[in-house]
């Protein structure tokens, strides 16, 4: 139980361009999902949280123009890096609280732009 | 506020040997602890939880961690390293009053000496 997915496990796009990343909670409904962005030998950095039909709540220092997440239902939560450009490059992974204290991770999204 | 220290980067281990991995946190209320683990280019995976009740937590792949309120620490443990433990191991905590907000140490890469 408590399975979470992200599709795409892996993408490469150009800069300029938009990628939106999926976080699915395959057997459980989760009405809030995390997003982190881990750079390489470093430890996960909370960007924002998202609660099914609201807006989502960015950390400080996070651009909410340019990283815009969408929780539309209960087991979906979408990022979409806008205009992405090389700094973008990093891996993103998503959370779904189960429960009311443990979150389930993803398998995270690396993203490089050319 | 909470934070979350862990003391050493890397440790390694011979195969067979004990591993301990340290975690110290502050928090202004009752915390509830994790430890997660980490391979290459994958999520996190829950290994065991404190909320309340039993200090001594037993999690998966044969790891525990206590929870010691007096040397505000939340060791991971495990007896017999095997070649598979080597990955990044984080500790985390949230407030237990219901903001699940997660707060992660820096990590300590494991490394297992055959």
């Known amino acids: 139980g408590a399975v979470v997915s992200q599709h795409p496990s892996w993408v490469i796009c150009k800069s300029g361009t938009s990628v939106k990343i999926e976080c699915r909670s395959l057997d459980f409904q989760a009405t809030t999902m995390f997003w982190y962005r881990q750079f390489p030998k470093q430890s996960l950095m909370l960007m924002a949280t998202?609660?099914?039909?609201?807006?989502?709540?960015?950390e400080q220092g996070v651009e909410k123009d340019k990283f815009l997440i969408n929780h539309a239902s209960l087991t979906l939560s979408t990022l979409t890096v806008t205009s992405a450009h090389p700094e973008d490059s990093s891996f993103y992974i998503c959370?779904?609280?189960?429960?009311?204290?443990?979150?389930?991770f993803g398998p995270g999204t690396r993203l490089t732009v050319l | 506020a909470q934070s979350v220290t862990q003391l050493g980067s890397h440790v390694s281990v011979s195969e067979g040997a004990l591993v301990l991995l340290r975690c110290n946190y502050s928090?202004?209320?009752?915390?509830?602890l994790f430890w997660y683990v980490q391979y290459p280019n994958q999520g996190l995976q829950l290994l065991l939880k404190y909320t309340t009740g039993a200090t001594l937590v037993k999690g998966i792949n044969g790891f525990e961690a206590e929870f010691k309120k007096s040397e505000t620490s939340f060791h991971l443990t495990k007896p017999s390293a095997h070649m598979s433990d080597a990955a990044e191991y984080f500790c985390?905590?949230?407030?237990?009053?219901?903001?699940?907000?997660?707060?992660f140490g820096t990590g300590t890469k494991l490394q297992v000496i055959p």
């Open positions: 998202s609660n099914e039909g609201s807006k989502a709540t960015y």
């Open positions: 959370s779904a609280l189960g429960g009311t204290d443990t979150q389930y």
């Open positions: 985390a905590v949230i407030h237990s009053g219901g903001y699940q907000k997660v707060t």
């Open positions: 928090s202004s209320v009752p915390p509830y």
